[in-house]
């Protein structure tokens, strides 16, 4: 007969399953609905961030994990909630971020026999998440729990939505401790030695090697791997997305993939590292690349392998590990040093130059957004944290951001989905705020630097970023408009329709939820206002809105030099690649 010792309520037991994945922050759209898990998990005094919106509540848990790499928690309510998560569900599970979102459902009779709405909620989301289940049975929650977290963080990892129905949490249960009592996770699959020793010989071989690091060789932890490499061979590195800051950028061996992209046709043999050949990597081919480059692709999916481009070398398995094992290799067979890749500055000059000439602002104005970009960036500490939102706005931000530490790029990308940036870097500084308190440090800071068209979006997340007192700084670069479209349409059509916003003053907003709100439009004031808010972040959030020239998004979409963000035609690269008319 079960003891009154070991009998809890669902809400105890889920918070129980949850603890063994290091539960220490979570995020929650307030309400009734999790009211009883919220409770226990305030009794265990883990940091509850509040939504105001649950797209942007499970953003903030997707920023959170890409920054620690823990398994970020949302908690919405699936009824009036799951079609709003959507688009903050579909960002992490394509950025591959893990993600727990628990939902609660409704009560069964509340489904519509005219099948107005559909009575099993999750088959709207089940597509766009790695996995989604219903828990049939209050007794089963650690098990589900602890399952849905095994998909999430396994292999490619993603988001797992886990169905929790009305009543589950307050039911009482005999808890068995011998269910499921440690953490079960699959280990990282090993890489093939016979396609190491290949890989070691072609890259021993080749006159210009190039590593290419996306997210998933940050996922797999192969930043001290890939530091060792580069330093030993003088390999280049081209990285994108979460991959960046795994070799710290110096613009000597280490480049971002934005502001490089223009010079990897050279690159003889290229070692794809967890990264997907998709638009904004030319898809791999030419003229991108050279359509002779023997192409090297690792991957812990297998079926990434050969995304839009032959590969000649596929080695599925996991990316740290495949780097470590090609070190060994490359020293068994007693490869020798490359030369300093000056091809790739060669090819870098004239952008930086002209990027370097469009950041001088006029004396009293307007504010040239190379030099906002220019401003942030020189007051960014090497472990500042950077996330970014907008069209024209990432164009210039990437001629000046150089990303020195790991797990500390995110943007809206691979989606695109405009806004999502700002909950990405709540979260970041959920986690930024919690690695502070675990290390008696000051904490790292998080930067947004977001268009105006895009803040507008999810800007209420500056509540609950305030009440948790995180260290955020929002820089809006506000040219009053829809930049890339307004700037498309005088291009095409020579007038402006539904694309001009105002210079508002958005300041104001963060202020409304007692973030400190700064303001700043005369050139000569810019270095002083970024060096004012990166000194009063550590008191919590700050809003900084920068109104910049309206019109320098004209002149990036008329320079190609100064195009950081390509979008590569696929028809157009393959006619190239394969040489047709």
């Not at 886990?162 to 699959?186: C, H, K, M, R, W």
């Not at 061996?253 to 490089?260: D, E, I, N, Q, V």
Request: charged content about 20%.
């Amino acid at each position: 007969m079960p003891t009154k010792t070991n009998r809890m309520t669902g809400a105890q037991l889920m918070l129980r399953a949850l603890k063994k994945y290091d539960l220490t922050t979570a995020f929650c759209l307030a309400g009734t609905a999790h009211g009883p898990l919220l409770m226990e998990i305030a009794k265990e005094k883990i940091a509850i961030v509040s939504g105001r919106n649950e797209s942007a509540t499970v953003g903030e848990a997707d920023g959170y994990a890409r920054v620690t790499g823990k398994l970020g928690l949302a908690l919405i309510n699936a009824e009036h909630g799951l079609p709003n998560a959507m688009t903050g569900i579909l960002t992490a599970n394509e950025a591959c971020s893990p993600v727990l979102v628990l939902l609660t459902m409704p009560y069964g009779n509340r489904a519509d026999a005219q099948g107005g709405y559909p009575s099993n909620v999750l088959e709207m989301v089940s597509p766009f998440a790695k996995y989604c289940q219903l828990v049939p049975d209050a007794n089963r929650l650690q098990e589900y729990i602890e399952v849905a977290a095994r998909h999430a963080l396994s292999g490619r990892p993603g988001v797992a939505v886990l169905g929790i129905p009305n009543g589950f949490q307050t039911q009482a249960i005999d808890y068995a401790e011998g269910i499921n009592p440690s953490v079960t996770l699959s280990p990282a699959p090993e890489p093939d030695a016979d396609a190491i020793a290949e890989a070691a010989a072609l890259i021993s071989k080749a006159k210009r090697p190039l590593i290419l690091a996306g997210s998933g060789a940050a996922l797999s932890g192969a930043g001290a791997a890939l530091r060792k490499l580069t330093k030993a061979y003088n390999i280049p590195i081209f990285a994108n997305a979460l991959g960046r800051g795994l070799v710290p950028e110096d613009d000597v061996l280490s480049f971002s993939w934005p502001l490089t992209n223009m010079s990897a046709a050279p690159a003889d043999v290229v070692i794809v590292l967890g990264m997907r050949l998709t638009q904004r990597m030319g898809y791999g081919l030419a003229p991108r690349f050279d359509k002779k480059a023997k192409f090297i692709q690792i991957d812990i999916e297998a079926e990434e392998i050969g995304r839009n481009r032959p590969i000649h070398l596929p080695i599925a398995g996991d990316a740290r590990r495949a780097i470590e094992l090609l070190h060994k290799a490359l020293k068994k067979i007693k490869s020798k040093p490359k030369a300093l890749p000056a091809w790739i500055n060669k090819g870098l000059k004239l952008r930086l130059a002209r990027m370097n000439e469009l950041a001088k602002s006029p004396k009293g104005g307007p504010i040239q957004a190379f030099d906002l970009a220019r401003a942030v960036t020189a007051q960014m500490p090497k472990n500042a944290i950077y996330a970014g939102d907008g069209a024209d706005t990432q164009n210039w931000m990437h001629g000046f951001l150089r990303v020195r530490t790991e797990r500390a790029f995110l943007d809206h990308y691979p989606v695109g989905c405009m806004g999502t940036a700002l909950p990405l870097a709540v979260g970041a500084a959920a986690a930024a705020k919690e690695e502070a308190l675990e290390s008696n440090k000051k904490p790292r800071p998080v930067v947004l630097v977001s268009g105006d068209g895009a803040f507008g979006f999810y800007c209420s997340e500056i509540n609950g970023a305030v009440q948790a007192g995180l260290p955020l700084i929002i820089v809006i670069c506000n040219d009053g408009a829809w930049g890339t479209e307004k700037h498309g349409q005088i291009m095409q059509m020579g007038n402006v329709v539904n694309c001009e916003l105002g210079n508002n003053d958005y300041q104001l907003i963060g202020e409304a939820y007692g973030a400190l709100g700064l303001k700043v439009e005369d050139p000569a004031d810019l270095d002083a206002t970024m060096k004012n808010a990166f000194k009063a972040v550590n008191n919590g959030p700050v809003v900084v809105n920068v109104i910049v020239d309206g019109m320098a998004g004209l002149v990036r979409k008329k320079e190609p030099l100064i195009q950081t963000i390509a979008f590569s035609d696929l028809l157009a690269g393959q006619k190239a690649q394969y040489g047709l008319d």
